[in-house]
Each structure stands twice: as C-alpha cells, then as structure tokens.
Antibody
Framework: QVQLQESGPGLVKPSETLSLTCAVS?????????WGWIRQPPGRGLEWIGS???????YYNPSLKSRVTISVDTSKNQFSLKLSSVTAADTAVYYC??????????????WGQGTLVTVSS | QSVLTQPPSVSGAPGQRVTISCTGS?????????VHWYQHLPGTAPKLLIY???NRPSGVPDRFSGSKSGTSASLAITGLQAEDEADYYC???????????FGGGTKLTVL
C-alpha cells in the first residue's frame, strides 16, 4: 500500500523559500509514475503546483513556474518542492500525491495528509 | 477563476440523487481529456472517487458515478447519505495551460 507523507517548516517568512519533502513508502519512486504537488489556500479550492516524472522530467503550473522547483531523490525515495519568494498568498495546505496515468490525463491517488504552511513574519 | 466551472454548492435529502457538473472548454474536456473526481472532507486528504470519466477505484461505492459529454462532465451520487457531505472537485488537463487543472469545488450539503 503506497503512502505519502509531507514534511517541512510550518512557518516561512515573506520573500523566503518554502521547502517541503514528500516521503514515499510502499512503492519505489524509481519504478515509475508521476509525482505531484497540490495546494489549498484557506477557504479556497485545490491548485496544482507541479509534477515530476520518475525519470526527473518536470511540469509546472504556468502561474507558479518562475518560482517552483520540484526534484526527486530516488535514493531516499522522496521528492521535494521549493517555492521561492513567498508571500501571504502562498499560505496553504500543501499536499503531495502519486499520479495514476490514463489514456489522456493523470489523476492524483493516493494523497498525503497535507501540511499547513503559513507565510508570515 | 478556475478553468473548470463547478456550482459552488448543491444539496439533497438523505436517499435522494444529486449531480455535480463540471464545465470546461475546447482546450480541456472538449479536447477529449479525461475527467477525474475527488471527495474532500475538511482536515483529511482528498480521496479519488472517479478516474477516467466513469471508472471507480476499488472501495468506492457504486452510488457514485461519473459521465462526460462534450465540454462537460458530471458526478452523480445516488442514495445520498450524511457521510457524503463534503467538497467535491473535478480535475482534467488543459492544453492551453499545458497542465493539470481543478474545478473550483462544490460543497455538498445533506439536508
């Protein structure tokens, strides 16, 4: 059974870089699949941040692309998110998820429990 | 503003049937990209309900069903139960944005 767990600081100062890690258990990242990051600001809906293929290819939300870096560490079986120059608008619950692959699109399953990141001085 | 449009809220009495729509355009649903649906209870991880327009993952009750036509998709829930009260999101791919996209979400209230 695949399980994902996000970890990282819960508080980040404005203009700094948000860094989160998603530890994967029950499946080897290097074996396949896409792996994604999604966030939900307070009171708002889900927003896709970006995804990484097990080989290292990355795909980012155009609205965040200039500030986002997603990487994978197969030796630790985890993947990471870095979001630079954060503002209060980046305050959200951040989720990581594995992406199932269909004929035309991918879907997110399973998801991690999520971690709240607050941007504040 | 989400690329995929969902009604902000829907409601129904226990035992009733409700549907949640997800309206897209020619660059996403209308272009043939599949639609997926999630159930999200506050404080928990979103749960995949439907993938590939109409497929249910193992463990999802057959009270939940999905369909797609043209530039829209729908999630139907029959035999509504109190435990179905949650937020529901559709998700697809948009070729103009070159990325995964979510609907704005629909809050289901069981009366």
């Amino acid at each position: 059974q695949v399980q994902l767990q996000e970890s990282g600081p819960g508080l980040v100062k404005p203009s700094e870089t948000l860094s989160l890690t998603c530890a994967v258990s029950g499946y080897s990242i290097s074996s396949g699949y896409y792996w994604g990051w999604i966030r939900q600001p307070p009171g708002r809906g889900l927003e896709w941040i970006g995804s990484i293929y097990h080989s290292g290819s990355t795909y980012y939300n155009p609205s965040l692309k200039s500030r986002v870096t997603i990487s994978v560490d197969t030796s630790k079986n985890q993947f990471s998110l870095k979001l630079s120059s954060v503002t209060a608008a980046d305050t959200a619950v951040y989720y990581c998820a594995r992406e199932g692959v269909g004929a035309t699109t991918t879907w997110f399953d399973p998801w991690g429990q999520g971690t709240l990141v607050t941007v504040s001085s | 503003q989400s690329v995929l449009t969902q009604p902000p809220s829907v409601s129904g009495a226990p035992g009733q049937r409700v549907t949640i729509s997800c309206t897209g355009s020619s660059s996403n649903i209308g272009a043939g990209y599949d639609v997926h649906w999630y159930q999200h209870l506050p404080g928990t991880a979103p749960k995949l309900l439907i993938y590939g327009n109409s497929n249910r993952p193992s463990g999802v009750p057959d009270r939940f069903s999905g369909s797609k036509s043209g530039t829209s998709a729908s999630l139907a829930i029959t035999g509504l139960q109190a435990e179905d009260e949650a937020d529901y999101y559709c998700q697809s791919y948009d070729s103009r944005l070159s990325g995964r996209v979510f609907g704005g979400g629909t809050k289901l209230t069981v009366l």
